[in-house]
């Protein structure tokens, strides 16, 4: 966004460090995602994308008549529309393999899919004996320059278009699951978690031919 | 040049036909199929495709573990094939000067990938999601020199996945799954066919 980092000229050179019988030529998650972001994709203007968001959000705070629960909603099946289509980009983008572990799967959200689209890169840690994945945003570019007024402290989770974004792109690549905010800075938390759980791999509708 | 590229398809998950188009028709000449044998063909290879996958020998099935790690490296890889249609990304939410600019894993392990006869190949990406892209061409023995067709045209069709996810999925108009009909689209496959500088 504003300030774009410059970092995938020099990841790029520890690209080679495993020792496998092929050649490793894949680089590191970290390189691919500072390298698609860096070199591959078009920008936008940060505060025009903030400001859009906090629009919408605040439209729909009007039309809902300040019914905060069914603007989380809103905002929830508007980002599940989106999740289902932007999966399409992300893996034209990024090429990457399914994820087979949380692990990965945090990896990959964090250094390459956050980090392509909003140029981020959050926090990822696995809990509840490896059945959630909580992603910690450090910095949320949608919720730049905003402040809650006293009746959204509660009820609003601003930023619940994220939520609806992760269930519908993971649902694409076969991956049920719920997804929900568990803390938000804007309403005075320490910090601003996401948690994804119930995965459940749907085997029966992978593709065919990919294993 | 460019010529050999016959025809493209894009078949749906669930096996429609999506999207077709053909690039060495005359305005005036007829289709070669009707849109209705169009949609069983599509129909009818989904169905091969899902068919074959299984077709796997019992050494391979039991020397590879399918979970491999994504770091691992383990997944058959597609060499990156440079100066297929560059500077097709202005206007796209890709930078400039390719879409992609390394090798990458491939997605279709065990189903179809090529078709061929005297008459023609047929090649076939397809994604995580299921979405299948597929491509008719000239036999590949009648281009000079073209090392790994199969390469080539996972190149090609990666590039015209970017275009789809770029023109197509990001349409408002645009309802998931459903035929493809989208000027914008249309125009720039046209423009990034025309302007595939190796012969194919």
Request: glycine content about 6%; hydrophobic content about 40%.
């Amino acid at each position: 966004m504003s300030n774009p980092t410059a970092a995938a000229a020099v990841s790029s050179a520890s690209a080679s460090s495993a020792s496998f019988n092929i050649p490793q030529i894949n680089k590191p998650l970290k390189a691919l995602g500072d390298d698609i972001w860096t070199n591959k994709t078009a920008k936008i203007n940060a505060e025009l994308f903030t400001l859009t968001y906090g629009s919408i959000v605040a439209q729909l705070c009007h039309d809902y008549k300040r019914d905060f629960k069914r603007v989380n909603e809103k905002l929830f099946q508007m980002g599940y529309n989106i999740g289902n289509r932007i999966i399409e980009d992300f893996l034209a983008r990024t090429a990457l393999p399914r994820c087979y572990t949380l692990e990965t799967m945090g990896e990959v959200l964090s250094k390459v899919a956050f980090k392509i689209f909003l140029n981020i890169t959050p926090k990822y840690k696995i809990s509840n004996n490896n059945n959630d994945l909580i992603l910690t945003l450090g910095e949320n570019p949608l919720s730049d320059f905003v402040e809650l007024p006293s009746d959204a402290m509660k009820d609003l989770w601003y930023s619940n278009i994220l939520c609806g974004v992760l269930k519908g792109a993971l649902e694409m690549v076969q991956l049920d699951c719920q997804v929900e905010f568990l803390s938000d800075m804007l309403r005075g938390d320490s910090s601003t978690e996401i948690r994804i759980f119930s995965l459940k791999l749907l085997k029966d509708e992978i593709p065919a031919g990919e294993d | 040049m460019a010529g050999s590229i016959e025809s493209l398809m894009i078949i749906n998950k669930s096996g429609g036909l999506i999207y077709h188009k053909e690039f060495n028709n005359d305005a005036n000449s007829k289709p070669r199929l009707s849109s209705n044998e169009m949609l069983v063909f599509a129909g009818t290879l989904h169905g091969a495709y899902t068919i074959a996958s299984r077709l796997k020998p019992k050494a391979i099935q039991l020397k590879n573990d399918s979970s491999y790690n994504i770091n691992a490296n383990t997944a058959p890889r597609v060499p990156y094939v440079p100066g297929l249609g560059v500077n097709q990304c202005s206007g796209t939410t890709f930078k400039a000067p390719d879409f992609f600019s390394e090798s990458f894993p491939s997605w279709n392990k065990t189903g179809i990938k090529q078709i061929e006869t005297d008459d023609f190949t047929m090649y076939c990406y397809q994604t995580l999601t299921g979405v299948k892209f597929i491509m008719v061409t000239l036999p590949h023995s009648w281009v000079n020199g073209l090392q790994q067709p199969i390469s080539v045209a996972d190149n090609i069709l990666r590039k015209v996945y970017c275009l789809y996810s770029d023109y197509v999925m990001k349409s408002p108009f645009y309802s998931l799954e459903m035929p493809i009909k989208n000027d914008i689209f249309d125009k720039k496959l046209k423009s990034f066919i025309a302007s595939l500088q190796r012969d194919f």
